[in-house]
């Protein structure tokens, strides 16, 4: 089907001539003529009609020829695409055809398609015979090929228009009715007339017809063809004009042959009648025929045409007839008796299909031939019997071997023939040593098989008719014949390539003949024929390698022959055949065919088994078998075979086949091997090492066997069954091993093995029935039993008959056998694990200790658990047993602490097991790996493992991205080693080397991996230690790089942002969870933008079957012992435990932000209880902190995210220490985000700043902190609470910081305000108004006659309103005459007039608010300033010196970060308001604003007070909006004592739109409190996102001055103290009392007012107000107000300080001490400190007038008489 094949279909039109024929009516003659032409190739469709099951349709168009001259090629033109010659048709027709595959013999075609055959299908044969010819298919087929014409035109114009009509005639002259046939299916017709080609002398059809003749009609019979000229006239008539005939049958009886032949044409006309055909017949037909005729006379009636000639060509398809001649003159041999030895010889030309047709007919003439003269005739019958025979051995008549069979069975009657046919064959064997061309006799030898056939049917015939005559001289015969066969075998061929193909020709027949002999001989004596034949053949080494495979394949068919069967035979025969399998299997040479052989050998013996005794047998191949079987199976299993035993494999085929062949070979020996085999096979051995050598092979093969894939995986019973023969071959083979190998013939080597084999055994995947279903395991067990049990008595069997050789295995065996202990089998286990305590027990009998067993076990327990072994019974049942053994031992005790410890690794390993597989999480698997690894290196201490699980944990955390813990991980290892020369192996995945490189390499892995993890912090430490190595060593090349590397990691410190992680406390509760979990709490650190409703669902995740606990509360105990998994989840806030650099005012927050939240051991998180009565208007009264500290077993980041939680500290804090703690947060975090603003440009998104804003503010002024006011700065609170009287100060002055910091904040708002938010601005202005106002009132209602405050504490009394005066300036009241227009509002800001109070209105700052720095956090979180600055909407005139005094920062000793809510009037949040919270805080931040009622708390918080962060929730939601963080600032520097400052104003003007206003800063002398978190008790501003630990511009480092504009009072007026000021309730100190060592000392000023000191030391003070302009002096200076003059220069003002001069005050008051000045190098950042001019001015001058703002460049009086001239010009312009 995959040949060049084309369906091609010829459309015939029947009707007129011309298709176009205008004639009307219907024709008078139908012609035949062409039309068109379809073609489908079978290529295009076999593909589709292949795959389907039923009939597919195509469509074949069908094209008309160009040029009828072409039609007889008109497909060909088609298929081979000759567009020119054919036309397409216009229109998409054409025909239709089905077509549908089948596949089989036409029988089972039949039989499974019966409706295809019901609908009456043609069945077409192949033209000609089909390539198998099949006995008994009679067939008798001429086809006919009507070819082409040549005619003469007959004086015509036009050519004409031939018709050909054929007819079958016979002998009488009859027509043979149904004789021709147009195709399959067609009805049978008695003529067949041609198509016609329109005027065409010379026409060519190539029309085939088929002619089904009668084989009895056929001789005599022939084929007549009539020419007529079809007329297109009127009529229509058709002229006869000629005929030609051909006889079907020659003269000598062959058939008309298959060629094309040239007729000759005779003339005739219409009136020609054919009723005589003898007139015609005695005519030559052809040219052939013609030289044959003698002369023919010439007054014939018909006359040749001499130019007319006529094709046809034929074809016979007959099992009948025959075309050749030789055949015919054989079979009729005897009319030709003369020509005998020519017709045999001529036999062999003779076609095969003539032979197999005339098969029967051919041997009956040979016999007879043969009969009637043996002697002369026998050897070409012998010749022409042998061709015969052989040319059966063609695949092609290979189907008519059983009509041979046949044949000699029923019809053969040559009863002589077997004596001529001895002879001859007798005579070719004995001629082979000496005859060069041995075709001859190799055909004879190929055609052994049917030459037998024929001599045992000749000899039975004889003695049936002679009743057995002559058998003496048979049986002679045949032996002789035998001995020549054997010489033909022995003869060496190796010189002789002839005699090599004669020997094989040999052999392949030799095995066919023996089913003959046994109709004559007895087994006995026919197996003696055939040992004697297969003995003759020379051994392996002497002949070539094909004629080992032909003589391999004799004796394989000779094992599969049916003599091979029979017990009697086999046993003469079997020596011989494992001779020569032995031999081959030595030299590992034709393994395959070897491997056959003996299969089929095991499969004989193993059926014969049933019914006969086969020991014998048995024996007989253990003696030759065993040992070279093992040998070639190790050889094979090693591939360790030569190149020429891999030629010697025939066929390609694999190792593994050919090792399964010899395994199943080797299997069937053992199985059938008895106690008596195995006991003669042991003493068979001649001595010990033989036995050995035995031992060591077949262990070897049987542990290989337990290794190698051997038998597909689905092959299960065929493991378990060689799982049963070994264990079997083991049981005999443990006596002799016992027997001979112990004591002092001690062999390691064997009983190692054996163990080895046992171990494999029992751990073998097949064998672990656990894995199978029920029903498969009971079968299992009921078959084979638990075949591990059973090797392990074995196993323990063997071990107890070591005793003192015991020692050898330890420690080389314990993991062995910790593998069979860990195999799920109880009684296995029970078996097995008392091993142990023997092994302790040998050691410490050898050594005193155990150790090796010790440091084994643990080792082996790692790998062997980590692979999936063990469970948590077994970690049982391995403790209760060796305690239990251990319990009476004297080393009891050792022994004791070690099986615990293995029991605890135990515990360790199953968990780390479990969590490795599956699909659990990154976080489970590095919890568990931490905690083996930290067993590993505290309690057991081995550093092998410990190494190497530190390498499985940064491989984890690498994959996970956890580059700052893989960091850590790795340093582990770092740690341990030293900077050596000492040599190192190779270990893991380090190379050989040095410890001081792997040190390195480690080192600057280490310093990469904190890099990607943004510790730089780490790192530096490394590149300085790696820095020192290389310095030590002069390399300097590493050198440069290593320093660079650390200058870039301080670069990104301070370029680059980071986020500060959030930590969480988990506590896993519950007997459920991994041991390394169960029952403890963790603290854990958050991913990069983690809170903690994500970090919730996270672990919920990871453990999916846990409940998440709704409270903080510590469980009890029933919930720590329930079988279930809960989940305690809260925020915690990290408790930082260097607070030396968070004490530093100068360390950008960048870096301080670092140290807030990495190296924390410390983490807290509040409570919130009431304690006593509730007061139900203000819950805050009695509203208490309950604090848990918790300290971690390991600083966070480390070598996990989580750490243990080793010990809990609370205490409780007080409502009013909780509020101070509220507002002062509240405080800090308005810092940092005003901070982060300054730098902003005009109009950009300043929403968080304005929500945060609005929530302060509107939340002081309704309601929020007045909560509490009203519950501590009440009279009776303060009075019934006297201990509390510095922290409610504390509170006042953190109170009025927050006025300050929003005053600030206003002021930047105010820059950068869009116009459309203008109405906010204005609200916000107007809150901050009434804000102020409250709060003044507040603190003079309340202190107000309390004497008790104005002592308490040092300098406690400096912000309270104890002056009547100070409070009618609050009123704008003031004394005309003492005060002038001087107004102090309540920030501290100063203004001349007092209606420029009510024009303080929202307008565009002339100054930028933007600032190049920034500073830390924990500089925001100093103190609120003592100065107040205004509010940001002063008039122009004022707002400049404002903005500069703001960048100056006052002093508090405390850190501060308040927050506020945003309560609406009523006291309640608006919905537009809780809604701002949620957005930007999320749902779940609990809050204690005072106005909310607990249940509205509630509501807010869905799981518990505590599951919050505070003020870090918010952290990554600030910093995607806030931007940069901005570099600190200069610090102030120190100048020695009596140095005179003086403070030019000028300064502040260099670059004024480079000045942001500035936060207050605060010192750090003072241990500053840690961040609080938010908790229950922290009312939060709507944006209680924003993070302290964000870092934004602050104070500048200069102190800011609450006056701008200085009014002249006497001297004599008492001072005007600042009503809202007050000094912080912390430590007193002056300028003295600071550190000298401390090269910037922090900076302080103010114009509060001064105090009355103590009178046994100088109270300090920060700075006062003067009323006659600011007076500031160091300790000890005195400075009068007539020496200060002030000169004016465009409203620049410049004080000029003279010192040694009587005081200024003429009160008690002795002058304030002021610290010492800062030095800022550069004019942005402050002043420039100067020497004084001794300027001796007689009197004040009087107050100066302000003049209209402008900005200009800055005086500054760099020498005294710069300054003298300065104060000149200032003074005049004054007057």
């Not at 079958?168 to 009805?187: F, M, Q």
């Not at 919730?1096 to 606990?1109: C, D, S, T, V």
Request: aromatic residues 10%.
């Amino acid at each position: 089907m995959k040949r060049d094949l084309y369906i091609v279909s010829q459309v015939i039109r029947t009707g007129r001539m011309l298709l176009n024929d205008s004639k009307k009516g219907p024709p008078h003659v139908q012609y035949r003529r062409p039309y068109g032409c379809a073609v489908l190739a079978m290529s295009d469709v076999l593909q589709t009609i292949a795959e389907l099951k039923e009939e597919k349709d195509f469509v074949l168009k069908v094209y008309t020829c160009n040029n009828e001259n072409e039609w007889y090629q008109i497909h060909d033109n088609i298929i081979r695409k000759s567009s020119t010659k054919y036309t397409a048709p216009s229109t998409n027709y054409g025909l239709i055809i089905s077509l549908q595959l089948l596949r089989g013999d036409m029988e089972a075609v039949r039989r499974e398609n019966p409706l295809i055959f019901s609908r009456g299908v043609s069945m077409t044969r192949k033209l000609g015979f089909p390539d198998v010819i099949m006995p008994g298919d009679i067939r008798n087929d001429l086809y006919l090929t009507l070819e082409r014409g040549d005619f003469e035109r007959g004086g015509k114009s036009v050519q004409k228009n031939i018709e050909v009509t054929v007819y079958v005639l016979y002998a009488d002259g009859e027509i043979l009715k149904d004789c021709i046939s147009l195709g399959s299916g067609e009805p049978h017709m008695p003529e067949h007339r041609s198509f016609v080609l329109y005027h065409n002398n010379s026409p060519r059809w190539s029309e085939v017809i088929k002619l089904p003749i009668p084989i009895d009609r056929f001789r005599g019979s022939h084929l007549r063809f009539e020419f007529r000229h079809c007329s297109t006239k009127d009529k229509g008539e058709k002229k006869l004009f000629g005929f030609s005939f051909t006889p079907l049958m020659r003269e000598d009886g062959t058939t008309l042959s298959d060629e094309s032949h040239e007729l000759y044409v005779y003339k005739c006309d219409e009136n020609t009648t054919f009723s005589n055909h003898a007139l015609y017949l005695g005519l030559p037909c052809c040219k052939e025929d013609f030289n044959s005729c003698p002369s023919l006379p010439s007054s014939l009636i018909f006359q040749r045409s001499a130019k007319e000639t006529f094709w046809i060509s034929t074809q016979l398809s007959s099992t009948k007839l025959t075309q050749n001649v030789d055949l015919l003159a054989l079979l009729k041999w005897k009319a030709h008796p003369d020509r005998v030895m020519d017709i045999l010889g001529r036999l062999r030309h003779v076609s095969g299909e003539e032979i197999v047709k005339f098969l029967q007919d051919i041997l009956d003439t040979l016999f007879s031939i043969l009969d009637d003269n043996t002697d002369k005739y026998g050897p070409l019958v012998f010749q022409s019997l042998v061709f015969i025979i052989n040319l059966l051995r063609d695949s092609k008549y290979y189907h008519f071997r059983p009509v041979m069979d046949t044949y000699i069975q029923k019809h053969f009657a040559g009863a002589l023939a077997y004596k001529e046919l001895i002879r001859c064959l007798k005579w070719y064997m004995d001629r082979s040593a000496e005859v060069v061309r041995q075709d001859h006799i190799q055909e004879a030898m190929r055609a052994l098989e049917y030459l037998f056939k024929f001599i045992i049917q000749s000899r039975i015939l004889y003695s049936r008719a002679t009743c057995g005559m002559e058998e003496e001289q048979f049986r002679t015969s045949v032996q002789e014949l035998f001995q020549s066969i054997r010489f033909v075998l022995s003869l060496d061929s190796r010189n002789s390539e002839t005699l090599i193909f004669t020997q094989a020709a040999l052999l392949n027949s030799f095995p066919a003949i023996f089913d003959e002999l046994l109709q004559m001989f007895t087994v006995q004596e026919v197996a003696e024929f055939v040992r004697g034949t297969l003995g003759s053949m020379p051994s392996t080494v002497h002949i070539g390698q094909s004629m080992d495979v032909v003589k391999l394949q004799s004796i394989a068919r000779t094992v599969d022959s049916r003599l091979f069967s029979f017990p009697e035979s086999r046993r003469i025969l079997l020596p011989v055949v494992l001779h020569h399998i032995h031999l081959h299997l030595r030299q590992q040479k034709e393994l395959l065919i070897c491997s056959g052989i003996l299969s089929s050998i095991f499969s004989i013996i193993k059926n014969s088994s049933m019914d006969t005794s086969v020991q014998e047998e048995v024996e007989m191949m253990v003696e030759s078998l065993l040992d070279v079987l093992l040998q070639t199976l190790l050889s094979i299993m090693s591939k360790s075979q030569s190149q020429e035993a891999v030629r010697g494999q025939r066929c390609p085929q694999c190792t593994a086949e050919i090792t399964g062949e010899y395994v199943s070979c080797l299997l069937s020996l053992l199985r059938q091997m008895t106690d008596i085999h195995f006991q003669r096979l042991m003493e068979n051995f001649q001595s010990k090492e033989e036995l050995k050598e035995f031992l060591l092979k077949i262990l070897c093969v049987f542990r290989n066997l337990m290794k190698l894939s051997i038998f597909p995986r689905d092959w299960n019973v065929m493991r378990l069954l060689t799982s049963n023969i070994i264990l079997t071959t083991a049981q005999y083979l443990s006596p002799a091993l016992h027997k001979n190998f112990t004591e002092a013939e001690f062999d390691f080597k064997v009983w190692n093995s054996y163990f080895s084999l046992a171990v494999l055994y029992i751990n073998q995947p097949s064998l672990q029935l656990e894995s199978l279903s029920s029903a498969k395991r009971k079968k299992v067990l009921d078959k084979y039993g638990d075949m591990r049990v059973m090797m392990t008595y074995e196993l323990f069997s063997m071990w107890q008959n070591l005793g003192e050789n015991k020692i050898h295995f330890i420690p080389g065996m314990i993991g062995p056998f910790l593998g069979v202990t860990l195999v799920p089998q109880v009684e296995v286990r029970n078996i097995m694990i008392p091993i142990f305590h023997d092994m302790m027990d040998w050691e410490q009998r050898k050594n005193g200790n155990f150790k090796q067993v010790e440091a084994e076990l643990i080792d082996k327990l790692d790998s062997l658990v980590s692979e999936g072994k063990g469970d948590e019974n077994y970690r049982e049942l391995f403790g209760l047993l060796l305690l239990e053994k251990i319990e009476q031992e004297t080393w009891r005790e050792t022994g004791i602490s070690f099986v615990t410890s293995v029991t605890r690794l135990m515990e360790r390993l199953l968990d780390y097991r479990d969590c490795m597989k599956g699909d659990e999480t990154e976080n489970k698997k590095i919890g568990c790996t931490v905690n083996l690894l930290n067993f590993y290196k505290s309690e057991i201490n081995k550093e092998e493992m410990y190494i190497r699980y530190i390498h499985k944990l940064c491989d984890m955390h690498l994959q996970a991205e956890n580059y700052t813990e893989a960091a850590f991980t790795l340093l582990l290892y770092w740690e341990l080693l030293n900077w050596d020369e000492r040599p190192l192996k190779e270990f893991l995945h380090y190379p050989a080397q040095t410890e001081w490189h792997r040190k390195e390499g480690l080192c600057r892995k280490v310093i990469h991996y904190f890099n990607k993890g943004k510790c730089w912090e780490f790192g530096i430490p490394l590149c300085r230690e790696l820095a020192f190595q290389y310095e030590s060593l002069y390399d300097y090349q590493s050198l440069s790089w290593i320093r660079k590397m650390e200058a870039a990691y301080y670069d990104n410190i301070m370029e680059q942002q980071r986020l500060e992680p959030e930590f969480f406390r988990v506590g896993f509760y519950g007997r459920k969870f991994p041991f390394f979990l169960r029952n403890k709490e963790f603290v854990c650190r958050g991913h990069d933008y983690e809170r903690l409703e994500a970090f919730q669902q996270r672990m919920l995740g990871e453990f999916p079957q846990a409940i998440a606990m709704q409270h903080p509360n510590q469980p009890d105990e029933a919930i720590l012992q329930c079988d279930a998994q809960y989940l305690q989840i809260y925020a915690v806030t990290p408790v930082p435990d260097s607070v030396g650099v968070l004490q530093m005012d100068r360390v950008p927050d960048r870096i301080k932000s670092f140290y807030r939240v990495n190296n924390v051991r410390r983490f807290r998180y509040d409570r919130p209880f009431h304690k006593g009565p509730k007061d139900r208007d203000n819950e805050f009264k009695s509203l208490w902190i309950e604090r848990t500290t918790l300290i971690l077993s390991h600083p966070l980041p480390g070598i996990s995210r989580w750490f243990e939680v080793e010990k809990r500290e609370l205490v409780e804090v007080s409502p009013l220490e909780n509020a101070v703690s509220v507002v002062e947060n509240k405080n800090q975090e308005l810092r940092t985000l005003i901070s982060q603003y300054q730098h902003k440009q005009l109009h950009g998104n300043i929403n968080l700043l304005s929500m945060t804003l609005n929530g302060v503010i509107d939340a002081a002024v309704n309601g929020g902190i007045a909560r509490y006011q009203e519950a501590f700065f009440d009279k009776d609170y303060i009075t019934s609470h006297p201990e509390d009287t510095e922290k409610i100060t504390q509170l006042k002055d953190l109170m009025q910081e927050q006025v300050h910091v929003l005053g600030v904040g206003l002021a930047v708002h105010e820059k950068l305000v869009h116009p459309e938010m203008r109405p906010l601005h204005k609200k916000l202005i107007d809150q901050f108004q009434m804000m102020r106002s409250s709060l003044c009132h507040c603190f003079y209602v309340a202190f107000q006659g309390l004497p008790g405050l104005e002592k308490t504490g040092s300098g406690a009394s400096r912000g309270i309103l104890n002056s009547h005066e100070s409070f009618k300036l609050l009123h704008r009241h003031s004394e005309t005459g003492n005060v002038g227009s001087l107004l102090i509002l309540s920030d501290g800001v100063v203004v001349e007039h007092p209606e420029d109070f009510y024009r303080m209105q929202a307008s565009p700052s002339s100054s930028s608010l933007s600032s190049t720095h920034s500073a830390p956090s924990q500089m925001i979180n100093s103190a609120p300033s003592t100065i107040r600055v205004g509010s940001p909407s002063l008039p122009d005139k004022y707002r400049h010196n404002r903005e500069m005094l703001m960048l100056l920062p006052p002093h508090r000793e405390r850190p501060s970060s308040a927050m506020y809510t945003n309560i609406s009037e009523n006291g309640q949040p608006t919905s537009f308001q809780r809604a701002l919270f949620h957005q930007v805080i999320g749902p779940c931040k609990p809050c204690s604003d005072p106005n909310l009622s607990v249940a509205e708390k509630v509501l807010t918080t869905p799981s518990s007070w505590s599951l919050d962060s505070g003020t870090r929730e918010a952290l990554p939601f600030l910093s995607a909006h806030v931007g940069g963080v901005m570099a600190p600032p200069v610090p102030p520097r120190n100048l020695p004592h009596g140095q005179l400052l003086s403070m030019h104003f000028d300064a502040f003007h260099h670059q004024v739109s480079d000045l942001p206003p500035a936060l207050p800063a605060r010192s750090l002398r003072k241990s500053p409190l840690h961040p609080i978190p938010a908790s229950p008790t922290s009312p939060q501003s709507i944006l209680d996102g924003s993070s302290s630990t964000l870092s934004g511009s602050a104070s500048s480092g200069v102190s800011s001055l609450g006056e701008s504009n200085f009014g002249g009072a006497s001297s004599s007026d008492p001072p005007a103290a600042d009503p809202l000021e007050s000094a912080p309730g912390g430590r007193a100190w002056t300028a003295d009392q600071e550190d000298p060592d401390s090269p910037y000392q922090p900076v302080r000023y103010s114009v509060s007012e001064p105090e009355v000191l103590d009178g046994v030391k100088p109270a300090p003070c920060r700075s006062h107000s003067a009323p006659g302009g600011v007076v500031v002096a160091q300790a000890g200076v005195q400075i009068q107000p007539q020496h200060l003059y002030y000169h004016h220069h465009q409203h620049h003002f410049h004080p000029h300080y003279l010192p040694h001069h009587p005081p200024l005050y003429s009160l008690h008051e002795p002058p304030p001490a002021l610290p010492p000045k800062p030095y800022l190098r550069d004019l942005r950042e402050g002043c420039i400190p100067e020497e004084d001019p001794l300027n001796n001015q007689p009197a004040a001058p009087p107050a100066p007038r302000p003049m209209p703002r402008k900005i200009s460049q800055p005086i500054i009086a760099a020498t005294k008489e710069e300054q003298a001239k300065v104060a000149w010009e200032h003074g005049v312009s004054e007057e």
